[in-house]
């Protein structure tokens, strides 16, 4: 049995991963066309080209981890190894150099890849650790709940706190809109490197996994293994969603929220801003992890995911008829709690999955490749994130949405608000609807995993003597 410092341990890792990943995808893009200065355009292909490369480099960390070794384990030693160019990345990428247009441009491209190409080197390790301390299927489950309880605190946390860190550093320091974002990035650095390193010292790996087969081998076995495909396209949509969605909400606030919303609540008002929309769905998130385990063990992972995305469908649709009214207002504020419950309760079984996934292909092809499919885990994200971040501003361009440095006040198209409202709910919809139709021929359910566990735990037995 593992320790629930090591539960605890393990979950500060996503803790940290996660403070960063919400802020890229939910406050880079505004980030780039309405304080660096880019053209939406130009900020789309940089997160298509960007993350494809990205997503694509992932399989090759994984193929590097597994087959590391060192003193601490195959994948807890880059946790040490990589944190500090971690942090120093996401500094850099919410600096905004004095240059030109092109030069911008440029700067824009080299910091994000090597944002994203350090948060891979973190990352798929960080991921695949959890295929090594713990042997069992549910008590994964168990870790995966740690995992994204501990992520979704982190982005509450850090969405809470990101609009006043930059009103504060701009307002009270009397710094340039671009300095205070520059600012509340160093802040949050900070933060995720002491986590990461939290995470190398409160976990160890128990399970020492051997690859009896080559590199090729790894990569013919994965291109045969019917679960990691469907499981690829269930976590792809999870992650598109998330995604679209979540980078939309910035944009929606400013164009059609407006800054003055308020909310009146037992006779006390308070602003309804983006930052609080998306810090209440991760408490929601939360929530959703905290009762994953027990949905799952109940329905099965497959059902649970199954009927979350039918929910998330349905509440998405629901969205786009919410007017922008003080009622209005506080549906959207159910809703957001009722889709990210939601969220919540499929994120950890996701992880669990892989792991299952995992455990799957050893037994099947004789292969330890733990971290090369954890990498593909990875790999939906950054695909997901990809595609939603660039899809949702060329979708935003081609409603004639309008971007503009250093002010926020453009007033915007009938076609691009309409686009706006579209990104918060049909469009979401149509991607849950993907990820329900693909995880319904997922074949790893319980009982199938308990053989796969039991043959499993037999052969590392008898290999072993």
């Not at 092109?102 to 295929?131: D, R």
């Not at 207002?329 to 299952?356: H, N």
């Not at 926020?408 to 076609?415: K, L």
């Not at 049909?426 to 990820?435: E, N, R």
Request: glycine fraction near 8%; aromatic fraction near 16%.
């Amino acid at each position: 049995m593992t320790s629930l410092r090591e539960k605890i341990g393990y979950g500060l890792g996503d803790m940290a991963s996660s403070m960063f990943w919400k802020i890229f995808s939910y406050y880079l893009p505004f980030f780039y066309a309405h304080v660096f200065g880019l053209t939406v355009q130009q900020a789309a292909m940089l997160f298509l080209v960007t993350r494809i490369w990205d997503a694509v480099s992932d399989p090759l960390m994984g193929i590097v981890a597994d087959r590391t070794s060192t003193r601490w384990g195959k994948y807890r030693p880059y946790l040490l190894w990589i944190a500090l160019p971690f942090s120093l990345c996401g500094v850099m990428l919410f600096t905004t150099p004095s240059f030109g247009p092109n030069g911008k441009l440029v700067y824009a491209y080299v910091t994000y890849l090597l944002m994203m190409t350090v948060y891979t080197g973190i990352n798929v390790p960080y991921g695949a650790l959890l295929g090594v301390i713990t042997t069992d299927s549910d008590e994964k489950t168990v870790f995966s709940s740690f995992r994204m309880f501990f992520a979704y605190g982190g982005s509450f946390i850090a969405l809470a706190c990101w609009e006043p860190l930059c009103r504060f550093f701009e307002s009270e320091w009397h710094v340039a809109l671009t300095v205070s974002w520059q600012w509340a990035m160093i802040v949050v650095a900070g933060c995720c490197l002491l986590l990461f390193l939290l995470c190398f010292r409160l976990t160890r790996e128990k399970v020492a996994t051997r690859s009896f087969v080559s590199v090729g081998d790894d990569l013919k076995a994965l291109m045969k293994n019917k679960p990691w495909w469907i499981l690829i396209a269930a976590a792809l949509s999870t992650n598109l969603f998330s995604t679209v969605r979540g980078s939309t909400v910035v944009f929606f606030f400013a164009d059609i929220i407006g800054s003055e919303a308020t909310l009146a609540f037992f006779g006390v008002r308070f602003l309804f801003f983006a930052g609080l929309f998306l810090s209440v769905g991760e408490i929601a998130n939360m929530i959703g992890v905290a009762i994953a385990t027990f949905v799952a063990r109940k329905l099965g992972k497959k059902s649970t995911f199954i009927v979350v995305d039918l929910l998330i469908l349905l509440f998405s649709v629901a969205f786009f008829w919410l007017p922008c009214t003080p009622g209005g207002y506080w549906g959207m504020l159910v809703l957001q709690i009722a889709i990210s419950i939601c969220t919540g309760i499929a994120s950890p079984l996701v992880w669990s999955m892989y792991a299952d996934v995992s455990d799957y292909a050893e037994l099947e092809y004789h292969t330890a490749s733990t971290a090369l499919i954890f990498s593909s885990a990875s790999m939906a994200q950054k695909f997901g994130s990809a595609f939603g971040g660039s899809g949702t501003l060329w979708i935003l361009g081609a409603f004639g949405y309008v971007a503009s440095a250093g002010h926020t006040d453009t007033v915007q198209t009938t076609g691009a608000l309409d686009g706006l409202r579209y990104l918060m709910s049909f469009i979401p919809a149509v991607i849950a609807a993907a990820g329900m139709i693909s995880i319904c021929f997922y074949p790893l359910n319980n009982k199938r995993m308990r053989d796969v566990d039991t043959r499993l735990q037999l052969r590392r037995t008898q290999s072993e003597t």
